[in-house]
Each structure stands twice: as structure tokens, then as C-alpha cells.
């Protein structure tokens, strides 16, 4: 028995070609697939600091809001203020001596007394008490 090479019949030859071409598919197939779920983990990740970064936002606008309304409130009642002081300026305490004091209105106009007086060294600690406090009524 001699042992030569038969070539292939031609219906095994191409099943091995087309299982070849079939596995090369595959394989470009699973390549495909896995550069599409690289994207998407990193759109993933981005969404994740977009996200983030919107929330940062909307706490930031929130504080503009409560801003915004503190301001408001004091310009509502910035009407009532000038004319307290427009009160206090018009009813000056006379002076007892009328010759000296004429002598004084010629030279400069009265100045109002001082209203009142508001320590500021406590100022940073009432607004961190009334921002606790309307941070507690929101929720």
C-alpha cells in the first residue's frame, strides 16, 4: 500500500473554506462588539459626570433662588426703612440754645440721630442660624 496524497474532493474543500471564512466573520464580528461595549462603557462614564455635574448646578441654582428671595425680602422692606429715617430726620430735638443753634442750621444742615445699631461681628452667625433654619422648614 503506497501512501499518497489524494487531493481533497471538491465538496470538502469548500466546507473547510466557508468554516474558515465563517470563523474570520466571527471573529470581526466579536471584534465589532467588543469596541461597541469599550462606547459604551465610556459613554456610561460620561453620562455618570454629566450627571454629576448637573447636580452641582441645580444645588447652585438653589442657592441663587434662596438668594435671590433674601434680596427681595429687603427691598420689600426698604420702603419702610427710608421712610423711618425720613421720620426721624424731620422731628430733630430742638436745641436750647436757639441763638447757637441758629448759628449751627446756617453753617450745615441737621443730621438725623442714629436709628439703630447692629453689631456685625455676629452677622456671619445669624445668617448660618437663619440658612439652618430655612433649610429645616424646606424639608
Known amino acids: 500500500m503506497s501512501n499518497f496524497a489524494r487531493p481533497m474532493p471538491s465538496h470538502l474543500r469548500g466546507q473547510s473554506m466557508g468554516a474558515s471564512q465563517q470563523s474570520t466573520f466571527l471573529q470581526q464580528k466579536i471584534a465589532d462588539k467588543k469596541a461597541e461595549l469599550a462606547n459604551l462603557k465610556d459613554l456610561q462614564a460620561l453620562s455618570g ?7 452641582m448646578l441645580a444645588d447652585k441654582l438653589q442657592t441663587l433662588s434662596n438668594g ?5 425680602a429687603v427691598l420689600s422692606n426698604w420702603h419702610n426703612v427710608l421712610r423711618a429715617i425720613n421720620m426721624a430726620s424731620t422731628i430733630l ?5 436757639e441763638d447757637d443753634a441758629e448759628s449751627k442750621q446756617e453753617t ?12 456685625t461681628q ?7 442660624q437663619a440658612n439652618a433654619g430655612a433649610a429645616a422648614a424646606a424639608e
Not at 68 to 72: D, I, N, Q, R
Request: hydrophobic share 40%; no cysteine.
Open 49 to 55: 459626570g454629566l450627571a454629576d455635574q448637573m447636580q
Open 93 to 97: 430735638p430742638k436745641p436750647k440754645d
Open 68 to 72: 435671590t428671595e433674601a434680596v427681595a
Open 108 to 119: 450745615e444742615p441737621p443730621l438725623p440721630q442714629t436709628l439703630v445699631r447692629i453689631p
Open 122 to 128: 455676629h452677622a456671619p452667625a445669624v445668617i448660618e
